[in-house]
């Protein structure tokens, strides 16, 4: 069970610390004549996250043990923060947890995002169901999962999208890729 916590805890430091950055790049896109959008939906993102957190905590309190093969969503879970970090870095200040758009720049198009429009979001969704799976936190994995699925697919890569295209050249540069993995979007 220490162990559980000691994740728990290593990865609710590292949202933190991603939450400082998330707030200077904000005031750099704000610097650079950027605007926020999807004010509204944000908290939802946000309550996925915490719930997931509470959801793992508790489960480990209730006594939920990793199960006999924990090393493979443990190495789902590494990989995607290496994707994660890979999108930090290929986005530079451009990274944020909210949805930041500075008119007529263009999109980025380097590392991951080469390849997809939303690498991501696709590290954000492996993170969410894994490492409740490699705890044994089986019901946070599952009701984490759907809650996120619905809001990233539902609101939040539609309103991204929206606003990308209107102010940017996203379409033009984007539009072609998969949102998730890297292969050619079909008609």
């Excluded at 006999?68 to 944020?96: H, K, V």
């Excluded at 699925?149 to 309103?159: K, N, S």
């Amino acid at each position: 069970m220490a162990v559980g916590w000691a994740i728990i805890l290593a990865v609710g430091l590292q949202r933190m610390a991603e939450l400082a950055v998330a707030g200077r790049n904000a005031r750099w896109a704000k610097a650079q004549g950027g605007y926020e959008v999807g004010r509204r939906h944000y908290p939802l993102l946000v309550a996925v996250h915490l719930l997931w957190f509470a959801g793992m905590a508790g489960e480990v309190v209730a006594g939920a043990t990793p199960p006999a093969w924990w090393p493979l969503p443990a190495a789902l879970f590494l990989l995607a923060q290496i994707l994660r970090y890979w999108c930090l870095r290929s986005l530079g200040p451009y990274w944020n947890t909210r949805i930041w758009v500075i008119p007529g720049r263009e999109p980025v198009m380097r590392g991951p995002y080469r390849l997809s429009r939303h690498p991501n979001y696709l590290a954000v969704i492996v993170e969410i169901l894994t490492l409740p799976l490699a705890l044994g936190a089986f019901w946070t994995s599952a009701a984490a999962s759907l809650l996120n699925w619905l809001v990233l697919f539902g609101v939040r890569i539609p309103a991204e999208e929206r606003a990308l295209s209107t102010a940017t050249g996203y379409e033009g540069k984007m539009g072609e890729k998969s949102r998730l993995l890297p292969f050619p979007k079909r008609g």
